[in-house]
């Protein structure tokens, strides 16, 4: 799956393509407008990848100081920008995995 298939399926779909990873499913919910379903997806995973997540999710929300210890955890550089362009960054990053 591309990153432009998987930001399709969000305008297109009722629920996620079956073969996303948690992570990416809690992505897919974000951009759906659904931030408590993402969130619950990636708190329910521990990998690095899903600590990158939720770091991405803490700071959407505005809490910077628990977004920044999901950064630490994920060894990833605190998020800026706009939300969606951080949110296609780490798509496509996991799509190439």
Same mark, same amino acid.
């Given at each position: +799956?591309?990153l432009?298939e998987f930001?399709e399926?969000? #305008?297109? =779909? &009722? /629920?996620?393509?079956?073969? *996303?990873?948690?992570?990416? #499913?809690a ?8 931030? @408590? =379903?993402a969130? =619950?997806l $990636? #708190? ?6 899903a600590?990158?997540?939720?770091a991405?999710l803490?700071?959407?929300e @505005? ?10 955890? $994920?060894?990833k550089? +605190? @998020?800026? @920008?706009?939300? $969606?362009? /951080?949110? &296609?960054?780490?798509?496509? $990053? *996991? *799509? /190439?995995?």
């Amino acid at each position: +799956m591309t990153l432009a298939e998987f930001n399709e399926s969000v #305008q297109t =779909r &009722d /629920e996620p393509p079956p073969e *996303l990873s948690t992570t990416l #499913q809690a992505l897919w919910w974000d951009a759906k407008g659904d931030w @408590g =379903r993402a969130h =619950r997806l $990636a #708190q329910s995973d521990t990998s690095v990848n899903a600590s990158w997540v939720h770091a991405y999710l803490h700071r959407k929300e @505005g809490d910077e100081t628990n977004a920044a210890y999901w950064y630490a955890k $994920a060894v990833k550089p +605190m @998020g800026s @920008g706009p939300f $969606a362009a /951080e949110r &296609d960054r780490i798509v496509a $990053a *996991l *799509l /190439e995995e």
